[in-house]
Nanobody, 122 residues
Framework: QVQLVESGGGLVEAGGSLRLSCAAS????????MGWFRQAPGKERDFVAA????????DYADSVKGRFTISRDNAQNTVYLQMNSLKPEDSAVYYC???????????????WGQGTQVTVSS
């Protein structure tokens, strides 16, 4: 089985930045497409960003394009989400997830972390 552990969440002011990290167990990290999702109270779990196995392909939700950047370091078994120009509407629990093939749908991802809270104040 695969274990994913997120870190880096916290409380920031609007316009600020956070960098989330997701550390994965196992020696097959490079075989997984990795994604970030977020869920606010009363809302569904929404796609934020995804990155291919080698890092050559990325995709972002329209709401975060130009502000968020997903990256990965396969040697460190870690995927990152750099979040800049944060807005109050970005407040949510952020989840790291993995699967074997490309997807932007939460239901299709196989492995999930426990999430990390991001709160952006006005």
């Amino acid at each position: 089985q695969v274990q994913l552990v997120e870190s880096g969440g916290g409380l920031v002011e609007a316009g600020g930045s956070l960098r989330l990290s997701c550390a994965a167990s196992g020696r097959t990290f490079s075989s997984y497409v990795m994604g970030w999702f977020r869920q606010a109270p009363g809302k569904e779990r929404d796609f934020v960003a995804a990155i291919s196995r080698s890092g050559g392909r990325t995709d972002y939700a329209d709401s975060v394009k130009g502000r968020f950047t997903i990256s990965r370091d396969n040697a460190q078994n870690t995927v990152y989400l750099q979040m800049n120009s944060l807005k109050p509407e970005d407040s949510a629990v952020y989840y790291c997830a993995g699967r074997g093939t490309w997807s932007s749908k939460a239901a299709e991802y196989e492995y999930w972390g426990q999430g990390t809270q991001v709160t952006v104040s006005s």
